[in-house]
């Protein structure tokens, strides 16, 4: 669907709320919205001054129009962008380590810098570290007290799975669990598959 870009610059305002098409001094773009939204006779004629046909009804018309448009539109876009995402997430992921390499550290500096171009670039080297659980049990018998002040403990589950058995199996646990622990909302993930037949869009939350 085409729809002039009155629509786009609008329609975070209609979500708000807003009466964005409704003063005089946008008429003019009112009734572009309004012959987008088949009223045009609706939106010229109702009026001397040639003003909207009504507030409510100018925009449940322009609000039908970007709910039609926005699932395809979104999923097209959100498509391309994650492909976009992944391929500039890779380049930038090279661009770093050749930064890196490029960049100046002082001896045992875990910083460093280089500068061309214009641009200063700020290099930081870090680690990835991973812990033996098992030896570390076995370190806090041996040194318990500096063990103590060097690490904390930290109790998550060892599986989601196997958390929902052992609530499912013990009334009390599970109600203990539920007290201990805070679940809020997260960011949805999305996947995109482009679809072979044209006009067809899918999205799978995970």
């Known amino acids: 669907m085409s729809l002039p870009p009155c629509i786009w610059a609008r329609a975070a305002r209609l979500r708000s709320g807003s009466a964005y098409c409704h003063s005089p ?45 926005n699932v395809e539109t979104m999923l097209q876009e959100g498509a391309r962008l994650k492909a976009e995402i992944a391929a500039a997430t890779e380049r930038l992921r090279q661009i770093n380590q050749a930064v890196a390499g490029a960049a ?13 171009g214009g641009v200063r670039a700020k290099v930081s080297l870090r680690d990835n570290v991973r812990w033996d659980q098992e030896r570390l049990l076995q370190l806090r018998q041996f040194c318990p007290e500096a063990f103590e002040r060097a690490f904390k403990a930290e109790f998550k589950p060892a599986s989601a799975k196997g958390l929902q058995e052992a609530m499912a ?33 899918v999205a799978n939350a995970a």
């Open 104 to 116: 100046q550290f002082k001896d045992g500096a875990k910083t460093g810098h280089v500068v061309a």
């Open 25 to 69: 001094a946008r008429t003019g773009e009112c009734r572009t919205c309004c012959r987008t939204c088949n009223l045009r006779e609706a939106a010229m004629g109702r009026g001397a001054a040639g003003m909207p046909f009504s507030r409510a009804a100018c925009a449940r018309a322009c609000k039908g129009d970007v709910e039609m448009m």
């Open 169 to 201: 199996m013990d009334a009390g646990f599970a109600e203990g669990v539920e007290w201990a622990r805070t679940v809020s909302p997260g960011a949805p993930q999305v996947d995109y598959e482009i679809l072979a037949d044209e006009g067809e869009g």
